[in-house]
C-alpha cells in the first residue's frame, strides 16, 4: 500500500516537472507574433484588405494601432445595399477618424467612399475630406453616392428630391469635391443649370458615372470639362446628350432611353473607345458616318442590340471609311437569333484596319425591353460594295451564339474567304442565363444545334474550310464550348 502510494507521488511530481517544463517553453515564445513583425511588412499586409477590416485586423496588436493613420489606401466599400443604409453613419465616423489623425507628411494614393445620399453623414464625409484635402497630398479620391431609394421604386419626386440634396451636399463641401477624381451618382433629377455647376466645382474629375439621372424628361444634355477621360452615362431620359468640348475623353459608354438624337460628339480628340446601348423600342436607325463625323480616332466600338432589333444602318464603304481609320477593334452584342448576320460584313468592308470581331447571337429575355420581337419587323438588307473584297488585318473572328446552320456557315466562309492574314475563329454555343427560364417559362427556346462530339466538330470544319479559297487560309477553327 505505500510502494503504491509512493510511486502515485512520483507520477504526480513528474507530472508537475513536465506540465512546468512545457509552461517554461511557451514563455519563451512570442505573445504575439505579429509585433515581431516591421511596420512596413504590417503595412503591406493591412493594405491588401478592405480598410473596415484592415481596422478589424490592427484590433489584434498594439503594435498595429497606429497603422490605420498610416494607410496610403482608403477604401471604405459596403457593397451590400441594406448593410450599407444600416452602418452610414459608422462609414462617416471611420472616415472622420483615419482622416484626422493623418501625418499629412503621408500621402493617400487612393481614397475611395461609398455613402448613402444621407445629409447628416454626406456633410460630415465631406467636411473631413475636404480638409484632408487642403492639408494632404491625394493621388485620387472618389465618391459613390446611393440613394436610398433604388431606381426601380423612384417616383419624380423622389428624383427631383434627392437632386436637391446632392446639391446641398456639393454647396457645403466644395473642397471635397474639387479634389474629386471620380464621382458616381445614381437617381438624380437636375435643373438646368445643375450638371454644368458640378462639373466646374469637379475640376480635377477624370471619370463620371451617371446612372438614372437626367435634367427633365427629354432634356438636352451639355457637357464640358478640362480633365475628364471617361463618361458613363445610363437610362437617363434625355432626349441628346451632346459632348461640346472634352479634350481629354478616351471612354464614352452611353445606354439610352429615348430616340431622337442620342449623342453628339463635338470636340472629343482622344476619344478611342465608345460603347452604345440602345433600349428605345423606335424604329429609327443610326447611321455611324454620321455620329462620327467629326470623331476619327475611335479604335474600339462595342454596340449591344439587347436581343431585338438592329438600330444601325449598314452604310457603304465610301461612307463609313474616313471615320473608321483607327478602328482595331468592334463587338456586336445580343444580335437577336431570328436576323441573318450577314450584314455585320459592311464593318469589315469599311474598316481596313480592323484586327479583332467578336460578334454575339443570343435571345436574351432578360435583357430585352419588351418581349416582342423587332427583329422580324426590320429586315437588315445590304449588299457588298465589291464581290471579290479582302481585309488584310482581321486577324480573330469571334462567334457567341454559333450554330451548325447554313447562315452561320455561310458567313464564317464569306469572312475567312475575304481576311487574308486571319489567324483564328473561336466558336462558342449561345451564352446562359439562369433566370431567363425561371421568369419567362413560357417562353419557348430553339433547341441548340451547337456541335458536340469531335466528330461532329470535326465535319463542320471540313465543310466550313471545303473550298480551293480556303485550303490556303492559316486560321485555326477553335469550337471553344
Sequence with gaps: MTMKFNRGRRRHRRDLQKAADVEDRLSELPKDRLSELPNDVL??????????????????????????????????????????????????????????????????????????????????????????????????????????????????????????????????????????????????????????????????????????????????????????????????????????CLPKLQRMTYIWLLYETPLVLGFVPQLSKLSLTNTSLSDKTLMLSQLLADVQTVRELYLNFQSEKIWIRPECRRMLAPVFTELRTVNLDNLPEECDIAWTMFLLEAAPFIQELCITVWDHKCGKESQKSYSKKMDVKWEPSAPNFKHKNLVKLTIYGFQSEDTFMRYIRHAMEAAMNIKEVSLHDRKACMHCADRFPHMEVRPSTYPRSFEEKDLLRKKITDSSVMMASPAIIHFRS
Excluded at 493591412?46 to 482608403?74: F, G, H, N, Y
Excluded at 469637379?202 to 458615372?209: P, Q, T
Aim: hydrophobic share 40%.
Design 43 to 244: 503595412l503591406n499586409i493591412v493594405e491588401r484588405l478592405e480598410t473596415l477590416d484592415a481596422l478589424r485586423a490592427c484590433i489584434v496588436s498594439k503594435q498595429m494601432w497606429k497603422l490605420p493613420t498610416m494607410l496610403s489606401q482608403i477604401v471604405i466599400v459596403l457593397d451590400n445595399h441594406h448593410e450599407l443604409f444600416r452602418k452610414n453613419s459608422v462609414v462617416a465616423d471611420v472616415t472622420n477618424k483615419i482622416l484626422s489623425k493623418r501625418s499629412p507628411q503621408i500621402n493617400i494614393r487612393k481614397l475611395k467612399v461609398k455613402l448613402f445620399l444621407i445629409p447628416n453623414d454626406c456633410h460630415s464625409i465631406g467636411k473631413s475630406i475636404g480638409l484632408a484635402m487642403a492639408t494632404q497630398k491625394l493621388d485620387a479620391a472618389e465618391f459613390e453616392i446611393v440613394t436610398p431609394k433604388n431606381s426601380y421604386y423612384c417616383k419624380d419626386a423622389d428624383l427631383l428630391n434627392f437632386a436637391k440634396q446632392f446639391n446641398t451636399f456639393l454647396a457645403d463641401c466644395p473642397e471635397a469635391f474639387s479634389g474629386l477624381t471620380r464621382l458616381e451618382l445614381q437617381n438624380l433629377r437636375f435643373g438646368e443649370s445643375d450638371m454644368s455647376n458640378i462639373l466646374s466645382t469637379c475640376k480635377r474629375l477624370e471619370s463620371l458615372s451617371l446612372f438614372e439621372c437626367d435634367a427633365g424628361i427629354r432634356s438636352v444634355l451639355h457637357v464640358e470639362h478640362a480633365a475628364l477621360i471617361e463618361l458613363c452615362i445610363s437610362y437617363g431620359k434625355f432626349k441628346t446628350v451632346q459632348l461640346d
